[in-house]
T-cell receptor
Framework: DGGITQSPKYLFRKEGQNVTLSCEQN?????MYWYRQDPGQGLRLIYY???????QKGDIAEGYSVSREKKESFPLTVTSAQKNPTAFYLC??????????FGPGTRLTVL | DQQVKQNSPSLSVQEGRISILNCDYT??????FLWYKKYPAEGPTFLIS?????DKNEDGRFTVFLNKSAKHLSLHIVPSQPGDSAVYFC????????????FGTGTSLTVIP
């Protein structure tokens, strides 16, 4: 079945550690996105990529990094520079300018 | 600066009645609008969309209305069912920024049996 997978579903990190969240899609979508959701807030865009080897910062890119070496994959690294990383992270993809399809999300907790 | 706003954080409706969820936007360059439904600890799922060339789009129990002059859209769910209880996000896309979407803060809908 086509879709978007995110792993792991839950992730715990100690302060000062970098962690990488995985996002894979087999929908043949060109664009991929990373969002962060905090309680009572909407989805805030971290990074997005419209084609392989190219990506743009979203509204809250500080403390995060991404890569887009393959069309199917768009991993997000939460670095130690991100001061408040505990949140629910959502990956999405889209074909052209149509609706985005979302993965199931990863809940990151900093201990 | 929040360009897409959902001013009602929550809404409760009796089963069988109409649910109306509202969304306002500030950017006149937005030309494509979407509604998503989200259950806790899951990713949002697409519900319905509307282009700025239309003022209404219907899909089964879901209808989206767009008032461009007021920069306002609404989602009507008729009749509401308990399974509709979820958080609903509206989203908008401008013509000049490729594939970037802007999301509202969400409205939590509870349908009471």
């Amino acid at each position: 079945d086509g879709g978007i997978t995110q792993s792991p579903k839950y992730l715990f990190r100690k302060e000062g550690q970098n962690v990488t969240l995985s996002c894979e899609q087999n929908l043949n979508h060109d664009a991929m996105y990373w969002y962060r959701q905090d309680p009572g807030q909407g989805l805030r865009l971290i990074y997005y990529s419209q084609i392989v080897n190219d990506f743009q910062k979203g509204d809250i890119a500080e403390g995060y990094s991404v890569s887009r070496e393959k069309k199917e994959s768009f991993p997000l690294t939460v670095t130690s520079a991100q001061k408040n990383p505990t949140a629910f992270y959502l990956c999405a993809s889209s074909k052209f300018a149509n609706e985005q399809f979302f993965g199931p999300g990863t809940r990151l907790t900093v201990l | 600066d929040q360009q897409v706003k959902q001013n009602s954080p929550s809404l409760s409706v009796q089963e069988g009645r109409i649910s109306i969820l509202n969304c306002d936007y500030t950017n006149s360059m937005f030309d494509y609008f979407l509604w998503y439904k989200k259950y806790p600890a899951e990713g949002p799922t697409f519900l319905i969309s509307i282009s700025s060339i239309k003022d209404k789009n219907e899909d089964g129990r879901f209808t989206v209305f767009l008032n461009k002059s007021a920069k306002h859209l609404s989602l009507h769910i008729v009749p509401s069912q308990p399974g509709d209880s979820a958080v609903y996000f509206c989203a908008a896309k401008p013509t000049n920024t490729g594939n970037q979407f802007y999301f509202g803060t969400g409205t939590s809908l509870t349908v009471i049996p």
